[in-house]
């Protein structure tokens, strides 16, 4: 089945350390999408790209990286810049003309310990 | 004013009442409306996507455009706990190439047996 698969499902990271979170998608969707989720903030825009080797900053980029070397991956590296990580993240991908809305993956709970 | 505003609830109904889900927004060259469903701990799913102003129905769920209101709504008949979710609507100006949608906070929506 098509979809988009975040990984992990979970994830912890000590004060001072980079993280990567996964996400692959098999829609052949040229756009890929980063959001963040915090309880009564919605969806906040990290990174986008719309094409490979392209990627443009969100309304929240500080602390955060991408890379989108592979049409089907858009992995996101939170830094140790990143002053408040601890949040739910969301991976969305689009076709790039469309009538369907977004595609999301399932999260990721990003926890700092 | 921001581009979309969503009442945050939390709404808490009875089973089986009509659930009446609302958003408003400022940009009037957004043509293009969807509401996502999410479930607790997971991404959004595509529920509803309209085109322009009007009505459209899927069951139990109806969608309702008003372009000159700026007003979109989603109605739930017969509502089900199964229902019971956050409720993000979400709007673009184009279908086109690389459109880029617009999210609500969301409304917490619970359906009480």
């Known amino acids: 089945d098509g979809g988009i698969t975040q990984s992990p499902k979970y994830l912890f990271r000590k004060e001072g350390q980079n993280v990567t979170l996964s996400c692959e998608q098999n829609l052949n969707h040229d756009a890929m999408y980063w959001y963040r989720q915090d309880p009564g903030q919605g969806l906040r825009l990290i990174y986008y790209s719309q094409i490979v080797n392209d990627f443009q900053k969100g309304d929240i980029a500080e602390g955060y990286s991408v890379s989108r070397e592979k049409k089907e991956s858009f992995p996101l590296t939170v830094t140790s810049a990143q002053k408040n990580p601890t949040a739910f993240y969301l991976c969305?991908?689009?076709?790039?003309?469309?009538?369907?809305?977004?595609?999301f993956g399932s999260g990721t709970r990003l926890t700092v310990v | 004013q921001k581009e979309v505003e969503q009442d945050p609830g939390p709404l808490s109904v009875p089973e089986g009442a009509i659930v009446s889900l609302n958003c408003t927004y400022s940009?009037?060259?957004?043509?293009?409306f969807m509401w996502y469903r999410q479930y607790s701990r997971k991404g959004p799913e595509l529920l509803m996507y309209?085109?322009?102003?009007g009505n459209k129905e899927d069951g139990r769920f109806t969608a309702q455009v008003d372009k000159s209101s700026k007003y979109i709504s989603l109605f739930i008949r017969d509502s089900q706990p199964s229902d019971s979710a956050t409720y993000l609507c979400?709007?673009?100006?184009?279908?086109?190439?690389?459109?880029?949608?617009?999210f609500g906070k969301g409304t917490l929506l619970t359906v009480n047996p």
């Open positions: 979400a709007m673009s100006e184009s279908g086109g190439s690389n459109y880029k949608l617009t």
């Open positions: 309209t085109y322009s102003s």
């Open positions: 969305a991908s689009s076709a790039r003309v469309s009538n369907y809305g977004y595609t």
């Open positions: 940009n009037s060259a957004f043509q293009y």
